[in-house]
């Protein structure tokens, strides 16, 4: 169930938390994950007009576009280009600001003036044992 405060401003997507896990909703952004890629794209494409900034896996943004997900693991010659087109059409199915498409690699993203930028993913050191 949505708690009543999104309900109050995000009616439309009462029915959403069926489909996705986890989900959060705040100031009109919606960021989660579909339980089986693919399985909430009916339910999700219509509140995408109503959200600001949408943050989304590779999967699930191919998904939602309707395209075949591109290479987007550590290693692969990412096919930036094509991921950024897919942030693009997550935009035009609606999206008012802002689509983050998030992979393992990295991240595109893309606004409704249509600039995208893109992100290869960080090496963080490991994080030494704990002494306590």
């Known amino acids: 169930m949505v708690p009543s405060r999104w309900q109050a ?3 439309e997507v009462a029915t959403i938390p069926a489909l ?3 989900l959060f909703i705040s100031n ?6 579909c339980d089986t890629v693919g399985s909430g794209v009916p339910l999700a494409l219509p509140c995408l007009p109503h959200l600001d900034t949408i943050v989304v896996n590779e999967l699930d943004a ?3 576009t309707e395209r075949e997900p591109p290479a987007s693991n550590v290693g692969d ?3 930036w280009g094509a991921l950024e087109v897919i942030a693009q059409e997550v935009v035009r199915r609606g999206i008012r600001r802002l689509a983050v498409v ?3 690699a990295g991240c595109v993203a893309a606004d409704r003036d249509g600039r995208t930028w893109r992100h290869g993913s960080v090496r963080m050191p490991p994080v030494p044992p704990s002494s306590h």
């Open 28 to 33: 009109r952004a919606l960021v989660g994950r």
């Open 20 to 22: 996705m896990v986890p």
């Open 102 to 104: 998030h992979f393992p």
């Open 62 to 64: 191919a998904a939602l």
């Open 9 to 11: 401003t995000l009616p």
């Open 77 to 79: 010659e990412i096919d």
